[in-house]
């Protein structure tokens, strides 16, 4: 977990959320990747929505996780990579990402995102209500670029990856 404290804040975030009755009943979010999985769970344990939280460590199939994931959120307090960012971007997924993270300016160019403040719990549990209340239709419609966004970037010096990414998710 980069900068696990962002990843707080996404909790944080996400218990707001859950006082919306239909966000509460329909809503889960799953993390992978923790390095301080312990410190997350006690976390949601803390805030009472450990049984929203569905959470793994390291996996090498996150394509599956994309696949059938609404939205992909990266609360990052700081990180100059996050290839996770262009995984998302390459399943056609909206990302939810953090002012703070380096690839924060390839989630606006790909103009299927929301760049957000972590730190600001209010603002991104709206973005995360925003999200949770459009339909598959709108869902479907914001990332309509962002495939094809990352395909066409000529900086990509993994494209096999991100190729992986979008076989497995279409």
Do not use: W
């Not at 929203?52 to 990579?81: G, Q, T, V």
């Not at 390459?90 to 972590?118: E, H």
């Not at 995360?128 to 900086?155: G, R």
């Amino acid at each position: 977990m980069s900068g696990s404290k962002g990843f707080f804040y996404l909790l944080e975030a996400f218990k707001i959320a859950c006082k919306d009755k239909d966000f509460f009943k329909k809503a889960h979010l799953i993390a992978t990747g923790q390095n301080d999985i312990k410190k997350f769970k006690a976390k949601a344990s803390k805030l009472h929505i450990e049984d929203k939280i569905i959470s793994f460590e390291k996996r090498n199939d996150l394509e599956k996780f994309y696949k059938s994931a609404d939205c992909f959120a990266y609360p990052s307090l700081y990180d100059s990579a996050g290839f996770v960012i262009e995984e998302a971007l390459a399943c056609s997924l909206p990302v939810i990402a953090s002012k703070f993270a380096g690839y924060s300016k390839l989630v606006k160019k790909a103009k299927t995102r929301v760049v957000i403040d972590p730190t600001d719990i209010n603002k991104f549990s709206e973005v995360l209500l925003d999200f949770f209340y459009k339909s598959k239709e709108e869902l479907n419609k914001l990332p309509c670029n962002a495939s094809n966004f990352m395909i066409k970037l000529n900086s990509i010096k993994d494209e096999d990856i991100f190729d992986r990414f979008r076989q497995n998710t279409l």
